[in-house]
C-alpha cells in the first residue's frame, strides 16, 4: 500500500488550497476501506481532519473545519481530496493521507509521509 499527497504550500489568510492523496496496492473503492486526512502542527498531538467511508457515501469532519473543509474521492483514479477554504493560521499543519483498510479480521493504518500546509500573511 502506498499513499502519496501533493497540493500543500503557503497561502494567506482566507485563501484555498485542495490537497491531494494518490493511492495504490489496494482495492479502493471496495467496503472495509476508510480514507481519512490527518494534520499536525508542532508540539501538538496529530488529530482526524475528515474521513470518508462506504466508497465515500459517508463523510465526518472535525469540528475546527467544519463548512471550510470538504472531503472527496476519485474512485476511478483512486484518489481522496481535501478542499479547504477560508483557512486560518491555525490550519498550518503537515497534513497526511491515512487509509485505514479492514483485512483478515483486522484493521491495518498506512500513511502518506505528509504534506505542509502554512496560512500566513
Known amino acids: 500500500v502506498q499513499l502519496v499527497e501533493s497540493g500543500g504550500g503557503l497561502v494567506q489568510p482566507g485563501g484555498s488550497l485542495r490537497l491531494s492523496c494518490v493511492a495504490s496496492?489496494?482495492?479502493?473503492?471496495?467496503?472495509?476501506?476508510?480514507l481519512s486526512w490527518y494534520r499536525q502542527a508542532p508540539e501538538k498531538e496529530r488529530e482526524k481532519v475528515a474521513d470518508?467511508?462506504?466508497?465515500?457515501?459517508?463523510?465526518n469532519y472535525a469540528e475546527s473545519v467544519k463548512g471550510r473543509f470538504t472531503i472527496s474521492r476519485d474512485n476511478a483514479k483512486n484518489t481522496v481530496y481535501l478542499q479547504m477554504n477560508s483557512l486560518k493560521p491555525e490550519d498550518t499543519a503537515l497534513y497526511y493521507c491515512n487509509a485505514r483498510i479492514l483485512e483478515l479480521g483486522r484493521l491495518w493504518d498506512y500513511w502518506g509521509q505528509g504534506t505542509q500546509v502554512t496560512v500566513s500573511s
Open positions: 496496492g489496494f482495492t479502493f473503492s471496495r467496503d472495509g476501506v476508510s
Open positions: 470518508s467511508t462506504n466508497a465515500g457515501g459517508s463523510t
